[in-house]
């Protein structure tokens, strides 16, 4: 750390060199334009935009790249970002650092809220740096910063952000007060300047210096806008592999977090299993991890134990994702390559990358590999997906594939297989792929991001899988149970997670059918035989090709799901299903004595066949008859756990809760549950989405609003006869809605309570 003495010297002997003119005068001329904008001006969606993208300060490097259209003209974004400016904190250096910090998170939670992707980290430090010039400086690298930390304060375990406002503090402590904007300017470029002759200033050698600097500082530049090609490692050192894992780079995180103690590996593998973080996580995953983790420069082997590295350090400390990203490019085929495909095939399908990547190395002979690296590439914000699932990159991937070099890695032409006719005709020959173990597929199916607006816990997911995989020829399962908790959801991540760990197309290995109420006959399913055309044909229904290719194919699973089943009568359009895994015999298809149109009469049943059918009961839809349950496995799916969602949904889009929203919900579902009229995770869910969206028409009141609500998504429920439980949960409801100043479902609560009274029935829709 400089002493005081030190630092006093060291800012005598700062003379920016003579092209950072040029910088100097663009930094001050945006400072001078944010400072005297009106704030009408500051308020418009140019202005924001001018603000977001402050070049003139300093580059923010891959993150220029990031989209923040959305915070624009967002009300709440752009309040907290005008409010910045000229706002009085603490004088309390700690204490302002502090607030400052909140400040930024919170506009950083309002830009995860409206899924800006990836966070737009420094770009937003940049921002804040603009609007409080005395506080921070230029510097965004989280590597900079430490430097600077390091020769200011003698410590760097600060969060940049905080360590920044401390940094000036320390300069304005030691060389005076800032009175002018040009002064402001040349403080934050001092601080650029440390970075730069950190080595020798950390070493105690005091400027003036000679030799290898020019005496006017040419040879040391600004920061620069230009980012450099990226080093891509060739495929001999690169890592080729899986790279699935629960909650992506957290991961990562966490084994970096774990080991800053130092640990042996199976120190380390314990610490992480204690953790909580990784519950039901093998031990043999848990330890590739560690691998993947030293193999990407995270943590690195000294004295005989794994330590962060100084990129792990950096990987803790910044939150950005752009070290992680580059380390992917460089160090693990594929990724680079996948990037590329997507630039060059727009709109590409899932299939369309996992067939190309497949080309490009034939030992990927699954989807697994391109499948990780796909979802890997959606985490991070690099690519997108348009309204027909297409594959697009964003403007933050589009900047990573600009630093690509022109020619990518190829593996030697030993790692290649034969892909010609002889090749297929052997796939199509190879024998049955064994079926995933049940701890892989959990591991998969908690990491997929669409199961996140639901709460399961192991065992349901468990009893689903030993439900479809104990009898070898009735693969049939029912999940009945409330509309909203995920009975559809569970059985197409479950099938998703057994697809990708086999390598298998989604697309042809699952099919999801909703049933309509008007099925009287098997052809809402297998199709039927058009006898009156010309040429006689017949028409298919996905279920039908989908049987077809599991009757082709015994060795490999397959998924059909009908969504709604029970909207028509079971025993009427699914008799042929029934039948046929109960007795093993043929499935038919049709009448006709020979196949029409590729379609056979009649095939084998096929064991590998998973059905499973989504269940609600209510008046719109019929009763299973015993014929219809002996044959079914029948799973429930019934209790909803509100308090697990509601954390679960604040981990994921950190930002402002709503408590008392949170509240009101868990007392209504509460109260409803006790006579089965509760509600699931789908309801809870959007009444949350309404009363953040309303969040900021300003008005009426957060009351208000959720008297909405509740009246819209909730109370339609309610249904029932003047029994003692049915009538305590309306005047428990009733008690709840007058103490939270609900007053409209307060006055429909009432008329439903007279009305079961004059009647002994009630429902909403009376």
Same mark, same amino acid.
């Given at each position: 750390m400089l002493t005081d003495e030190q630092l006093t010297t060291v800012w005598k002997g700062f003379t920016p060199p003579a092209w950072w003119a040029r910088w100097q005068k663009d930094y001050l001329d945006f400072l001078s334009w944010v400072r005297n904008a009106h704030e009408s001006e500051l308020r418009t969606e140019a202005a924001q935009k001018k603000l977001w993208n402050a070049r003139a300060i300093t580059p923010a490097g891959p993150g220029d790249a990031i989209n923040v259209d959305a915070l624009l003209a967002d009300r709440e974004c752009v309040d907290a970002i005008v409010g910045l400016r000229g706002r009085a904190f603490s004088s309390d250096v700690a204490l302002r650092a502090a607030e400052i910090q909140g400040e930024y998170e919170r506009i950083l939670g309002i830009a995860v809220a409206r899924e800006v992707k990836p966070r737009p980290l420094a770009k937003l430090q940049r921002l804040v740096g603009a609007l409080m010039p005395a506080e921070l400086s230029c510097v965004l690298s989280y590597d900079?910063? @430490?430097?600077?930390? /390091?020769? #200011? #304060?003698?410590?760097?375990?600060? %969060? %940049? $952000?905080?360590? +920044?406002?401390?940094m000036r503090a320390r300069l304005r402590a030691v060389l005076g007060e800032e009175t002018t904007l040009a002064e402001h300017v040349q403080r934050s470029t001092f601080c650029w300047w440390l970075h730069e002759n950190y080595e020798r200033l950390s070493a105690g050698q005091m400027p003036p210096w000679r030799g290898d600097v020019p005496a006017d500082g040419t040879a040391m530049p600004p920061p620069d806008d230009k980012l450099p090609l990226l080093v891509v490692w060739p495929f001999a050192k690169q890592y080729v592999g899986y790279l699935a894992v629960r909650n992506f780079a957290g991961a990562y995180r966490a084994v970096v977090q774990a080991a800053l103690p130092g640990l042996s590996q199976d120190d380390l593998v314990g610490v992480l299993q204690a953790s909580g973080s990784f519950d039901n996580v093998p031990t043999t995953t848990l330890r590739q991890l560690i691998i993947r983790a030293k193999g990407l420069g995270f943590i690195e082997q000294r004295d005989g134990l794994l330590y962060p590295s100084k990129e792990g350090d950096e990987l803790l400390g910044s939150g950005q994702p752009d070290l992680f990203i580059e380390r992917l490019l460089q160090r693990v085929f594929g990724f680079a390559q996948l990037l590329r495909f997507v630039d060059e095939h727009r709109g590409a399908t899932d299939d369309a990358v996992v067939d190309a990547l497949q080309k490009i190395y034939p030992n990927w002979t699954t989807a697994g590999v391109p499948s990780d690296l796909r979802n890997w590439s959606l985490y991070f914000g690099l690519l997108k997906r348009d309204e027909r699932g297409g594959l697009h990159l964003t403007e933050y991937g589009a900047a990573w594939v600009a630093r690509l070099p022109k020619e990518l890695p190829k593996p030697p032409p030993e790692e290649r297989i034969d892909t010609g006719p002889t090749a297929t005709t052997a796939a199509l020959a190879r024998p049955a792929t064994p079926y995933p173990a049940f701890d892989a597929i959990l591991t998969r199916f908690k990491a997929d991001p669409a199961i996140a607006d639901f709460v399961f816990d192991d065992r349901q997911l468990a009893t689903l899988h030993a439900a479809w995989r104990s009898n070898p020829r009735k693969r049939f399962v029912l999940l009945s149970g409330l509309s909203g908790t995920g009975k559809t959801a569970v059985t197409l991540c479950y099938s998703r997670a057994v697809c990708e760990l086999m390598g298998l197309s989604e697309s042809e290995h699952r099919e999801v059918v909703p049933v309509s109420?008007? *099925? @009287?006959?098997?052809?809402? #399913?297998?199709?039927?035989?058009?006898? $009156?055309?010309?040429?006689?044909?017949? +028409?298919?229904?996905?279920a039908l090709r989908l049987v077809l290719r599991a009757a082709a194919d015994p060795g490999r699973p397959y998924f059909l799901i009908l969504d709604e089943m029970n909207l028509a009568r079971v025993e009427r359009y699914f008799a042929p299903f029934l039948s046929a895994m109960e007795t093993g015999k043929d499935l038919v298809l049709h009448a006709n004595g020979a196949e029409v149109n590729d379609v056979p009469p009649r095939v084998p049943w096929p064991a590998n066949l998973h059905i499973a059918g989504t269940v609600n009961m209510d008046e719109t839809t019929? %009763?299973?008859?015993? /014929?219809? $349950?002996? @044959?079914?496995?029948?799973?429930?799916? *019934?209790?909803?756990? $509100?308090k697990r969602f509601f954390e679960r949904a604040a981990a994921r889009s950190p930002g402002e809760r709503l408590p008392d929203v949170e509240a009101t919900l868990l007392e209504l579902h509460d109260a409803m549950r006790a006579v089965r009229r509760h509600f699931g995770y789908r309801t809870a869910g959007e009444v949350l989405a309404f009363m953040h969206a309303v969040a900021e028409l300003g008005g009426a009141t957060q009351t208000t609003f959720l008297d909405q609500a509740v009246f819209s998504k909730v109370l339609p429920r309610l249904r029932g006869e003047d029994t003692p439980a049915f009538k305590g949960a309306m005047e428990t409801l009733l008690k709840i809605c007058k103490g939270r100043g609900l007053t409209m479902c307060e006055a429909k609560l009432g008329s439903m309570m007279e009305l079961l009274k004059r009647t002994g029935v009630t429902r909403f829709w009376a």
């Open positions: 900079a910063v @430490r430097n600077i930390a /390091k020769l #200011l #304060l003698g410590d760097a375990s600060d %969060p %940049p $952000l905080v360590a +920044q406002v401390k109420p008007d *099925w @009287r006959d098997p052809s809402g #399913l297998l199709g039927y035989f058009n006898a $009156l055309h010309a040429d006689p044909t017949f +028409q298919a229904e996905p019929h %009763p299973f008859s015993d /014929k219809v $349950l002996d @044959r079914a496995f029948t799973l429930e799916f *019934w209790d909803v756990d $509100l």
